[in-house]
């Protein structure tokens, strides 16, 4: 007697959306959310015809849909060999549902695992009315339905975690190691697998977690060489992988992570779930527009033109459902599947704004986010603002997540530029940023949830940071409009890296130094941006963002000719791991007292100088004694605690290399607590 009908295996099933194999049916089943699609149509592509469908299905909205999910099952001997896949979809197109469907456009499912660009594909094709067959970006079949397909061997692979000692590296996939210097082998320079070849550099460096720019699939068409205009959430960007095979991207990913894992470096990905590649009305009509508009896109009142809180064109309607969705499940994703160790959210205030546009108390998708039990045990990092909304600190929902401290660059930025009235906002940065993360009774937050910056992707760099007073973006081709103007940066009395006269240079590299300090000595999670740690140059550029060549590229020429910087940054990140007194996971208080150059701490306007010592005792390690002259003379400070004889100078930045930093066998005892703090100095002793 034959059982009941299974009415998945014939009209399909609404979930999981996107493509998936049925391997027990030999089947594939396909859904996609679109609640005010009128007709929906499913189309197959052969490898040899990127135009013309080898398969086509017109959904049944009585049989195949769900609530909002249309849905299909297509066994595979029906499917004539096809590869690739796309959609249809029509609806109204009145204004008041703020729809933009269009009956011509072939669409990209927005859950495709995998993305193919055919050798037509055409970014203009999909902003203008009319077919873009051929021209349109496809999904990519799921790789398990072909016979040569095999699960990717994690072996043992197992996820670091570090506390103390977690110190997170900002680099660009691509720009790591595409320049010719890189000493990454010429087929594998920018791409995952180059990475590969460059962790003997990270581990020699000390950085114990990667934080990569955008590795989603972004718009090759669109110049956005850092990333942040994503067109699909659940694929690696195939120009990061050697092969051009969409799957042959996710396994190079994959053995990126694994191979950073095994060297003990965690894998943070930067992520951009607050607008898509899509922009503004006038922006091309890819995925999520063609299927969902008022679903996936926060639209002004007259709903026809988008909110642009992100200052990209569009921003994500994260308060809709299906967007929380969208996004926990490309999350949840990206842990399971592909292994990553915690995500840095691009512009998370977006995540805090109702479908009004307006700010929520508890937003929904943080809640989701927190409590997935995928995510519960990955690192979260906010950028707590946008454009027209800054949440830094308690503000910003969510007690457990990390949060970029803007206030700490800011604040670093002027207390090094000698900047006056500083002295007490550096010890609130130093102490962990208590204003920001305090440790109240009802919300208890730590001050490791501090992301402690000077540098990252947008702005100056280092280096330029102490060359530059103006940033110069000419070749961004915006007639140097982009980009911010509030730097807190300094040349030190030359503009530019043309000529530059040695003394000139000896105070750069001092006040590199004096900012590598105050990152690795404040309490917090230090992040700096590759190449800092030899004074890699953008030529003054502050906002690179289409710039995909030397510009962006690291020049690892410059870590021969500055061994000396990278030394010191080496030693500085060896001495920050070796004591776990600097980074807890409360606040100093009692283990710390502030002095100033003879005595008590001076926190007037005009004061350029602060001491401090923390005892570590209590987290069984030595003190440490730092003395920090900002000043434009040279200061002499007296130790306030101890005897001289106690005392170890472990940096010196007013001396040369290698005496700012000697060899443990080098070290001596003071012979006086009197000690002549250099102009723009920093001086660390210790003591057990």
Not at 434 to 455: E, G, R
Not at 565 to 594: E, Y
Request: charged share 20%.
């Amino acid at each position: 007697m034959a059982g009941p009908p299974d009415w998945d295996a014939i009209v399909g099933s609404p979930g999981p959306l996107g493509a998936t194999w049925i391997e027990e049916e030999s089947a594939f089943n396909f859904a996609l959310y679109s609640r005010y699609a009128s007709t929906v149509t499913l189309l197959l592509y052969s490898p040899q015809d990127f135009a013309t469908p080898v398969f086509q299905l017109n959904f049944d909205p009585l049989q195949n849909k769900s609530g909002p999910i249309w849905h299909c099952r297509i066994p595979l001997a029906a499917t004539n060999n096809a590869t690739y896949y796309g959609y249809m979809v029509h609806g109204p197109s009145a204004p008041d549902p703020g729809e933009r469907f269009d009956r011509e456009k072939v669409l990209l499912d927005p859950y495709a695992m995998g993305v193919l660009f055919p050798p037509n594909f055409s970014r203009s094709a999909a902003s203008r009315p009319g077919s873009n067959a051929g021209r349109a970006p496809l999904g990519v079949l799921p790789a398990e339905a072909t016979p040569d397909a095999a699960p990717f061997d994690w072996g043992d692979d197992r996820r670091p975690h570090h506390t103390s000692d977690l110190i997170i590296y900002e680099m660009h996939v691509k720009g790591f190691t595409a320049g010719g210097n890189s000493g990454v082998s010429a087929e594998k320079r920018g791409t995952f697998a180059g990475v590969i070849e460059k962790i003997p550099y990270l581990q020699e460096l000390g950085v114990t977690a990667v934080e990569l720019m955008p590795i989603h699939q972004y718009d090759p068409l669109e110049r956005n060489y850092w990333g942040y205009m994503t067109l699909n959430f659940f694929s690696p960007h195939q120009s990061y992988s050697i092969n051009s095979e969409p799957i042959e991207a996710f396994n190079e990913f994959r053995s990126m992570v694994k191979a950073l894992h095994s060297a003990g470096i965690e894998v943070i990905l930067d992520v951009v779930y607050n607008h898509t590649t899509e922009l503004n009305e006038r922006g091309p009509n890819y995925s999520y527009r063609g299927t969902a508009n008022s679903a996936y896109y926060l639209l002004e009142k007259d709903m026809r033109t988008y909110r642009d809180d992100a200052g990209t064109g569009n921003v994500l309607r994260c308060a809709h459902p299906y967007v929380r969705k969208l996004v926990v499940d490309s999350l949840r994703f990206w842990v399971k599947e592909m292994h990553v160790d915690g995500f840095r959210f691009d512009l998370a205030s977006i995540f805090t704004r109702g479908s009004d546009g307006s700010i929520l108390e508890d937003p929904p998708v943080m809640a989701e986010i927190s409590n997935d039990p995928y995510l519960d045990s990955v690192r979260l990092v906010a950028e707590a603002w946008d454009m027209t909304s800054y949440q830094l600190g308690r503000a910003f929902p969510g007690t457990s997540w990390l949060q970029w401290n803007g206030k700490f660059r800011d604040d670093i930025r002027s207390v090094v530029k000698s900047d006056p009235g500083k002295i007490a906002d550096l010890i609130r940065r130093l102490y962990g940023s208590d204003d920001l993360f305090p440790d109240a009774l009802l919300d208890a937050y730590h001050p490791y949830q501090s992301v402690n910056f000077i540098t990252a992707h947008d702005g100056f760099c280092l280096y330029d940071l102490v060359s530059y007073n103006n940033k110069h973006n000419e070749a961004n081709g915006h007639n140097n409009r982009d980009g911010t103007d509030a730097n807190i940066s300094w040349n030190c009395g030359w503009e530019g890296d043309q000529n530059v006269p040695p003394q000139v240079l000896e105070l750069r590299k001092r006040q590199v130094k004096n900012f590598c300090c105050l990152l690795l000595l404040a309490n917090g999670t230090p992040m700096f941006v590759a190449g800092d740690e030899f004074m890699n140059t953008q030529g003054g550029n502050n906002n690179p963002y289409n710039q995909d060549n030397e510009t962006s590229w690291l020049d690892w020429d410059l870590l021969t000719r500055n061994q000396d910087i990278f030394r010191f940054f080496k030693k500085m990140i060896a001495f920050r791991k070796a004591h776990p007194s600097l980074s807890r996971s409360g606040f100093w208080r009692a283990d710390v007292t502030w002095y100033g150059v003879q005595g008590q701490a001076d926190l007037g306007f005009n004061s350029h100088a602060l001491a401090f010592c923390l005892r570590g005792a209590s987290q069984q390690d030595e003190d440490i004694y730092v003395m920090i002259n900002t000043y434009w003379q040279d200061l002499v400070f007296t130790v306030q605690e101890g005897q001289a004889a106690e005392w170890r100078r472990i940096v010196d930045t007013g001396l040369p290399s290698p005496q700012d930093f000697p060899e443990p066998d080098q070290v001596a005892p003071l012979q006086d607590l009197n000690y002549p703090v250099e102009a723009r100095s920093i001086v660390v002793l210790s003591r057990s």
